[in-house]
């Protein structure tokens, strides 16, 4: 079936130990979404790639980082996890930017930062 | 700034009751899709209403999309315990917008 893979579905790191998160897609979609969910809120949007064009939220903060080598791959880098970095973090996919087309998450990867 | 509310908020019910829950905003959608998320999973998509006035259903689900594309309802008829999760709306205005979320409803259904 197509669909939106992340991996690790969980994840442990140290406080300030960089840590890399993948998301792969079998859609062909041409945009990758990379969102934080924290407790009980709403997800929140990190940045997407349209292609190979990457669109970064304002108020993401620098710590936080993305890479799409291809159009099956995106990965999210966080340079120096905090504690508040502790979060689900869920990438989505889309196959345009047209107001009509629907957003496909994956199972999300639950990161803990001790 | 696009803003999506959801009420209510929180919502216990029993088995077999039904309900409705809301979406709404001052701002006009392209789309708007619903979905559900269990914990630790990430959110599945349930529908997307594209056309205003537009009614999907999905089994024991109806999704209505205001005739203004401003908002939109999910009644579910005879819940049950299965259909407890967080219910996510998320809209997008027009080409090259982001996806605009609400902040969910969470549904408990009691046996």
């Known amino acids: 079936d197509a669909m939106v893979i992340q991996n690790p579905r969980y994840q442990v790191t140290q406080f300030g130990k960089p840590v890399t998160l993948s998301c792969s897609q079998t859609?062909?979609?041409?945009?990758m979404y990379w969102y934080q969910q924290k407790s009980s809120q709403a997800p929140k949007l990190l940045f997407h790639?349209?292609?190979?064009?990457?669109?970064n939220e304002a108020d993401t903060p620098d710590n936080f980082q993305s890479r799409r080598p291809n159009t099956s791959f995106c990965f999210l880098d966080i340079r120096s996890p905090g504690l508040g970095d502790a979060a689900m973090y869920l990438c989505?996919?889309?196959?345009?930017?047209?107001?009509?087309?629907?957003?496909?998450f994956g199972p999300g990867t639950r990161l803990l930062v001790l | 700034t696009q803003l999506l509310e959801q009420s209510p908020q929180f919502l216990s019910i029993q088995e077999g009751e039904n309900l409705t829950v809301y979406c709404n905003s001052s701002s006009v959608f392209s789309s708007l899709q619903w979905y559900r998320q269990e914990p630790g999973e990430g959110p599945v998509l349930l529908v997307t209403?594209?056309?205003?006035?537009e009614v999907k259903k999905l089994k024991r689900l109806t999704f209505q999309f205001g005739d203004a594309r401003k908002d939109s309802s999910l009644h579910i008829t005879a819940a049950q315990p299965g259909d407890t999760g967080l219910y996510l709306c998320?809209?997008?205005?027009?080409?090259?917008?982001?996806?605009?979320f609400g902040p969910g409803t969470r549904l408990s259904v009691l046996p």
């Open positions: 998320a809209g997008r205005g027009n080409y090259g917008q982001n996806f605009v």
């Open positions: 790639y349209y292609d190979k064009d990457f669109n």
């Open positions: 859609l062909n979609h041409n945009v």
């Open positions: 209403v594209v056309t205003g006035g």
């Open positions: 989505a996919t889309s196959r345009d930017l047209t107001g009509g087309e629907t957003q496909y």
